[in-house]
C-alpha cells in the first residue's frame, strides 16, 4: 500500500483507500473517475455492477466546459493534484468528454450504466 498522500501507479491507494487508475485521454486531458460507497456516485456502493454517475476530477488546471453545469467542489486530493473535483457525473456525460478528447489512451473506468436518449 502506498504511504499517507502518495498516488502510485502500481498500488492506486491514497490514504488508505483504494482508487482506480486515471485515465488520460489522446488529447492530454487527465480525468479519475472514481465510483462506491466513499464517491458522488450512483449507486452509492463498493463494487457495483455498473454506475449511472460518478465522482470526476479534472487533473491540472484545465476546466472541462461540458462539466461546469455540474456542482464542483475540491477535496484534499484534488487541491495536491491542482483539479477540480466534481459530483455525481453522468455516465452518458463522462463518455461525451472522453470522445470529445480523443478517446482513452490509458487508464481505468469504472463500469458505467447508460440512459437512453440523453
Do not use: W
Not at 7 to 27: A, D, P, Q
Not at 42 to 71: M, T
Amino acid at each position: 500500500m502506498a504511504g499517507q498522500g502518495e498516488v502510485t501507479k502500481m498500488s492506486n491507494y491514497f490514504e488508505g483507500r483504494l482508487f482506480r487508475e486515471h485515465i488520460v485521454c489522446k488529447s492530454g486531458l487527465r480525468l479519475s473517475i472514481q465510483a462506491s460507497e466513499r464517491h458522488y456516485s450512483i449507486p452509492k456502493k463498493q463494487n457495483a455492477f455498473s454506475y449511472y454517475a460518478c465522482e470526476v476530477a479534472v487533473i491540472g488546471q484545465k476546466r472541462v466546459k461540458a462539466l461546469d453545469k455540474y456542482i464542483g467542489h475540491k477535496q484534499d486530493y484534488c487541491n495536491m493534484l491542482g483539479g477540480f473535483c466534481y459530483s455525481s457525473i453522468s455516465a452518458n456525460t463522462i463518455m461525451k468528454v472522453i470522445v470529445k478528447n480523443g478517446g482513452v489512451s490509458e487508464g481505468e473506468l469504472p463500469p458505467l450504466k447508460f440512459e437512453r436518449n440523453k
